[in-house]
């Protein structure tokens, strides 16, 4: 049974209303996806040229993109949805104990793993062609930044002006730019040499306004082209192919470089992977960062590659018994430059594990797509976590996680011509329909 076919099983999915079966409601996820994107980019477009913004102005796009999200969820609500509700009851319940035990509520902390079972069960409304169809002109909208920042730097910088939009809307200080010359977030220039040093640019950010997060949208964009590979046209391979290394160049990133080498290398061995390999991933991982970090003598307190793995190995010791456990609020300051300390001081060492083993586990390997997205994404995530909890930002997560849902409600066990010709058409035209 193809993708196409078979992205939803009969069998197990509740009627739903005939208006809502109508394909000209298909559009609704895709907005919600690409307005995750790019709405950061339109509120600093507004305060650069009409009128400052605050972070309240962030707040309620976000809340209204989520609640957007889950109006449409419930509304077409299918049974596999259910375990994922089941998981934003966990992170409320954790949530509410924090809170007993700190005195203290952060919305953040509750709004970090909300992304997951939001656009996870998003991605489960959507069909094969939408889902390529948002990809593909997410990538283009994201290359046009490029192409805008490298062509003409001053008129970005007067676009967006992101010096102020970050001083505005996430409390910045001038002084937290190294380079107060520039209008440009404040890893837009390195203290070292460029990673492509024959890309004589500063590092770029396109839609984003910051380069981390580019990076980790090349590393996204890598496990999308390495999964759906069989199943895309000619031109949507080629572009996607140029589109990543334009990407990977222009963001300079060390880690979305090394993670976007070992998704090809794992998608390229994936038949002799053992099933659901991505259990070990993480702790692999960190395990593999201790050893480094030990064997190099690698110091913290620089703000680079090296410098994050050691700051994550030298927390990793410090944590006692209730940063482990989530019920202390110690070293939220320390935890800003590891994604993994962050998440264990603010969801504790067992929800960082039940939503590991969600991920995993949440999707079947029902094709080699599904085991190849789903090994890419397990190697972005637990590399991500060594330097940063950027990864969480819903610029990212959306895509990510709209692509895995589609696959965690796709029944697919083999990918035929049929398919590809559909993905193929729906890659041409965003609205055309599923056959």
Known sequence: MAIAAAHRDPSTREQVPAELSNDRYAWIPVAIV???????????????????????????CEVA???????????????????????????????????LATGTFEPKFVRDLLMIPTFVMLGMTMTLPRVVGCVLVLQAV?????VLEAVSLRAFETLFMVKEYYINTRGMFSDDFTNEASGLFVSATRPDARFYPFFDLHRMSSIFLEPVSLGHFATIMVCFTVAFWPLLGMAARAFLIASIVLTM????????????????????????LPRNIALVVLPLILAFTVAVVVAADFKTGTDDFQGRLAHT????????????????????PEAEDSGIIYLIVTQ???????????????????????QRYKNGICLYIGLAMMISFSFVTIKTAAPLWMIYGFLAAATVRSVDDEAARAVTRGSRELGSKEP
């Open 34 to 60: 690409i307005a995750a994107v790019v709405f950061n980019a339109v509120i600093a477009i507004l305060n650069a040229n009409v009128r400052p913004m605050t972070a309240n102005a962030v707040i309620l």
């Open 65 to 99: 993109i989520l609640g957007a999200a889950h109006a449409y969820v419930l509304a077409r609500f299918d049974r596999p949805m259910l375990l994922w509700y089941a998981y934003i009851g966990f992170v409320l319940a954790f949530a509410t104990m924090r809170v």
């Open 142 to 146: 994201v290359v046009a930044g490029i």
């Open 249 to 272: 160049f222009a963001s300079d990133g060390r880690a979305a470089t090394m993670s976007a080498v070992l998704i090809i290398l794992a998608a390229a061995f994936g038949r002799l």
């Open 313 to 332: 190995q030298h927390w990793l010791a410090m944590l006692e018994i209730q940063d482990y456990l989530g019920v202390s609020n110690r070293f939220l």
């Open 348 to 370: 504790s060492v067992l929800g960082v594990i039940a939503m590991w083993l969600l991920i995993v586990l949440g999707m079947p390997e029902d094709s080699s797509v599904h």
